[in-house]
Structure formats: structure tokens, C-alpha cells
Antibody, heavy 118, light 112 residues
């Protein structure tokens, strides 16, 4: 059974940092690209970032470029999102998702809530 | 790049059919057959319902179907059931130097 379990969310002050983790199991992690997608309270889904299967290529939404860093440790089957210089508008539930066939996000974690507030 | 445009809400009675539209541009929906649809219950993670415009993953009921014409994709729910009441989001791959995925604005489906 495919499982994606996020952790690392919480309350942080503006300008602060957090690192999210996503532990993957039930599939060959090294064969899949991964995304982070976020959802602000009461709002829609927004793509945040992508990493390819071996971690050599990444991409980011303009809103987080230069502040967030996506990475993966294939030996630990874990995806990360390092978030720096956090702003109030980064407040959201962050989902880890697997990119399956047809570039669809075929599996999602349960999400972890990040709240940026003083 | 703006979000794909979906109606805010669609409703129907049990047994009826409803269709949710998803309008983009030639750089996303119209340019690729990488349109997917997601169902989300309140407080839960999204679930993939349709990939590559019209492919249904294993376990998704066949009353869910997808199609595309030009820059607009559609999700049809036939034989609407109470459990279909949820939020639905479309998504597309996008050709851009930065953005790789764009989501729709979301549609609340209400079963009357």
C-alpha cells in the first residue's frame, strides 16, 4: 500500500524557517518524481515545487522561488521541503504527492499545517 | 499564470448527471492531454479521479468520466450519489519555464 506521511508543520513567526518531511513507503521511491502542493485555509490547491526521481532537477512556483528548497533522500525514502523567510501568505496545509502516469498526482499524503503568524 | 477556471458550484439531485467545466489556455489544457481531476472532502487530502483527460484509476466508479475540447476539459458525474458531494479540482501540466502544474479554482458539488 502506497503511503505518504508528512511531518514538520507548526506555528512559526514571519521570517522564520521550517523543514517539512514526507516519508514514503509501499512503492519504489526512486522511480517517481514528487511534488509539494499547498492549500491555504478555505482556498484551492496550488502547486509549489517538483523534484525529479534522482533529485538532480527541481522547479518552483514563482511565489516560493529563492525561499523554498525541495530535496529528497532516496536512501531514506524521504522527501523534504526547506522553507525559509516565511510569510503570512505561506500559511497552508502542505501536501506531499507522487507524480504517476500521465503526470497526475496519483497519491497524496494527509498534509501538514504550516501557520506563519506573530 | 492564473488558475484554471471552474464554476464555483454545481448541484444536482440523486441519479442525475452533472458536468464540471475547466477552462484554461493553449499553454495548458489545450496543449496537452495531461488533465487530471481530484475529489476532496472537507479536511481530507485530494484523491485522483481522472488522469490524462479521461483515464479512470482503479477503484474509481465508472460514473465518473472526463473529456476535453479545445482549451476546456470536463468532468461528468452520471447517476449522482450522496457520497459525491465534495470539492472537485482540475489540473493540467503547463508549458512554462517555471510553473509545471496549474490547478483549477475548484467546484463545490452539492447533492440536493
Amino acid at each position: 500500500e502506497v503511503q505518504l506521511v508528512e511531518s514538520g508543520g507548526g506555528l512559526v513567526q514571519p521570517g522564520g524557517s521550517l523543514r517539512l518531511s514526507c516519508a514514503a513507503s509501499g512503492f519504489t521511491f526512486t522511480s517517481y518524481w514528487m511534488h509539494w502542493v499547498r492549500q491555504s485555509p478555505g482556498k484551492g490547491l496550488v502547486w509549489v515545487s517538483r523534484v525529479n526521481d534522482d533529485g538532480s532537477s527541481t522547479n518552483y512556483a514563482d511565489s516560493v522561488k529563492g525561499r523554498f528548497t525541495i530535496s529528497r533522500d532516496n536512501a531514506k525514502n524521504t522527501l523534504y521541503l526547506q522553507m525559509n523567510s516565511l510569510r503570512a501568505e505561506d500559511t497552508a496545509v502542505y501536501y506531499c504527492t507522487r507524480v504517476g502516469s500521465g503526470r497526475a498526482n496519483d497519491y497524496w499524503g494527509q498534509g501538514t499545517l504550516v501557520t506563519v503568524s506573530s | 499564470q492564473s488558475a484554471l477556471t471552474q464554476p464555483a458550484s454545481v448541484s444536482g439531485s440523486p441519479g442525475q448527471s452533472i458536468t464540471i467545466s475547466c477552462t484554461g489556455t493553449s499553454s495548458d489544457v489545450g496543449g496537452y492531454n495531461y488533465v487530471s481531476w481530484y475529489q476532496q472532502y472537507p479536511g481530507k487530502a485530494p484523491k485522483l479521479m481522472i488522469s490524462e483527460v479521461s483515464n479512470r484509476p482503479s477503484g474509481v466508479p465508472d460514473r465518473f468520466s472526463g473529456s476535453k475540447s479545445g482549451n476546456t476539459a470536463s468532468l461528468t458525474i452520471s447517476g449522482l450519489q450522496a457520497e459525491d458531494e465534495a470539492d472537485y479540482y482540475c489540473s493540467s501540466y503547463i508549458s512554462s519555464s517555471t510553473l509545471e502544474r496549474v490547478f483549477g479554482t475548484g467546484t463545490k458539488v452539492t447533492v440536493l
